[in-house]
């Protein structure tokens, strides 16, 4: 583990501990917000982005902090995103926190000219911590893994359709289903990066591609032998991120089987 990612561990372990966790199954009415249709923030998700912000400024005062919450308040915060920054999911997985249920996490990564250079994901209820640096591999609790698939016929398809049109849905539905079995989506990327990697699933694709929700598990997917990408074939990058969808698996051969059978979909 270097000396980055125990910087960025012991960060997360407190924020979550003192912030994050005191909460979880204790939110009252008045401390959760929808944001917009299905899309919630609670009391914790912003008080964790602020001491996250503050944590990140001490790691490297150097660089502008990219929060969703305050992207959301003020979205000329995400120019910075084509620059060096931070970028800060302070609770990922929201909707199931808000519900007193597992899984969420937080999502920290580290960009520089659009594309993410160093990665982190903790599981606040289990500790696990994954971190991945451009072009040295991905880890989880400072032990080096590779991504391996499910080895199911047919393989296992995550598939997050929330925010698909109905007819689109209905397309996707169409050419999925009789060549995959396909799962529950966990809502939380800081949960569904690492089954690619680690053998749940095999598959996975996502039509809203935030850079808080996937820069660093496009990063650790990608580092760890998997795949992530634009359906098109081209690189995921984090000043692109309204712009929809993004196919992960946990092989390049499984990458390029969903997309082909998607290519007439999206």
């Not at 407190?14 to 899309?39: H, N």
Request: hydrophobic fraction near 40%.
């Amino acid at each position: 583990m270097t000396a980055l990612d125990k910087e960025v561990l012991a960060l997360v372990r407190s924020v979550s501990d003192r912030i994050i966790l005191p909460r979880y199954q204790r939110l009252s009415a008045d401390q959760i917000e929808e944001k917009a249709t299905d899309d919630f923030v609670t009391i914790a998700d912003r008080e964790s982005e602020l001491a996250l912000a503050e944590g990140l400024a001490r790691i490297d005062p150097s660089l502008p902090i990219v929060g969703e919450e305050a992207v959301h308040a003020d979205p000329a915060g995400q120019a910075a995103l084509s620059g060096a920054c931070w970028i800060v999911d302070p609770l990922d997985g929201t909707h199931n926190f808000a519900a007193g249920r597992p899984p969420f996490g937080i999502l920290i990564a580290r960009s520089d000219g659009g594309i993410c250079r160093s990665g982190w994901i903790y599981d606040c209820l289990s500790g696990r911590f994954c971190s991945a640096h451009e072009g040295t591999g991905a880890f989880i609790n400072g032990t080096r893994i590779t991504a391996h698939s499910t080895d199911e016929h047919p393989p296992v398809a995550a598939l997050s359709m929330l925010f698909l049109d109905p007819a689109k849905r209905a397309r996707m539905k169409q050419a999925i289903t009789p060549h995959y079995r396909v799962v529950d989506i966990p809502r939380c990327a800081a949960e569904q990066y690492p089954r690619l990697a680690l053998g749940a699933n095999d598959v996975s694709y996502f039509e809203r591609t935030l850079a808080w929700d996937h820069a660093a598990g496009v990063l650790f997917l990608n580092e760890a032998g998997g795949r992530a990408a634009r359906p098109d074939g081209r690189p995921y990058r984090v000043d692109e991120h309204d712009q929809p969808g993004l196919i992960g698996a946990a092989s390049p051969a499984l990458w390029d089987a969903l997309a082909e059978r998607l290519q007439d979909v999206i």
